[in-house]
Every structure is written in structure tokens, then in C-alpha cells.
């Protein structure tokens, strides 16, 4: 367990892939959606709640930090294939997902697609620190 004293390290990685020309908005949401899977998968990942020095509760968070990265469509397509070959499961988001009103609706749309043409805007995963840059090796810093 950690104590406030000590900074962790972490053995795994949480790392979000932007393709680089999504206008903000579009960039904050991808990255919302995307790491809302990792969350949900990997429930360990949620520390316990905050609380302030009045008692008020707030909702807990990720555990360790997320990074994000940009590049081209064709380092998304990379990068999935590198997490697929690495057992790594990631999450997508296709810019059909932009245009469609749900989550029902957001699965058919991926399902409709076979995974190699998928139109990749954004990509999640989390995993052993070494496979994670691995998988999104030749990524930038998100600006």
C-alpha cells in the first residue's frame, strides 16, 4: 500500500492514443470514453473516495496516472495490432462513433466493421509498463 511519503511506481501503464487532428472537444471525449473502459475492466485501477476537511464525500479516481498521446491513423491501426499481439485488450473509439445517439448503437457500429478497417480515432490500454510503450511506441505527448 502507499503512504503519503512515497511516491509509487507503477508496474503497469494506463495509455490513451489520439489521432492528432481531433478538434478539442472531440480529443476530450475519446479520452473520456476510452478510459471509461479501462475503469470498468480493471477495478483495481479505482482508488477509495476523497473526502475534505468539512466531511464532504467525492467520487474516487483512477490510481495512478494516464497518459495521453497523439499520432497518425495509421500508428492507431499500429498500435492496435501491437496491443492484440501483446494480449492486451484495448478500448476504441471509430469516428463513426461521433454520429451515433448511444451506447447500443456505438457497438453496432464498431461490430459492423472488421477490426483492421476500423476508422481508429482513439485507443486505451493498460498493461505491463514494458508492453504498453511497446504498443504505442512512436506516439507523441497529447499538446
Known amino acids: 500500500m502507499d503512504t ?9 501503464k494506463i495509455a490513451v492514443l489520439l489521432r492528432e487532428d481531433l478538434a478539442p472537444w472531440q480529443a476530450l471525449n475519446v479520452t473520456s470514453f476510452l ?10 485501477l ?12 467525492y467520487l474516487p ?48 457500429a464498431v461490430k459492423a466493421v472488421a477490426g483492421t478497417e476500423l476508422d481508429l480515432v482513439g485507443l486505451a490500454v493498460h498493461g505491463p509498463r514494458n508492453a504498453v510503450d511497446k504498443v504505442v511506441k512512436g506516439a507523441r505527448m497529447h499538446p
Not at 35 to 44: D, M
Not at 65 to 72: D, E, H, S
Open 4 to 12: 503519503a511519503d512515497e511516491r509509487p511506481r507503477w508496474a503497469t
Open 35 to 44: 478510459v471509461s473502459g479501462i475503469t470498468a475492466s480493471e477495478p483495481g
Open 46 to 57: 479505482v482508488g477509495e473516495p476523497y473526502e475534505d476537511a468539512d466531511g464532504t464525500g
Open 61 to 108: 479516481m483512477i490510481r495512478q496516472p494516464v497518459l495521453v498521446l497523439a499520432g497518425t491513423g495509421e500508428l492507431l491501426r499500429t498500435a492496435r495490432t501491437r496491443a492484440l499481439e501483446r494480449d492486451l485488450t484495448p478500448a476504441v473509439f471509430t469516428a463513426e462513433l461521433f454520429s451515433t445517439p448511444g451506447d447500443v448503437q456505438n457497438r453496432a
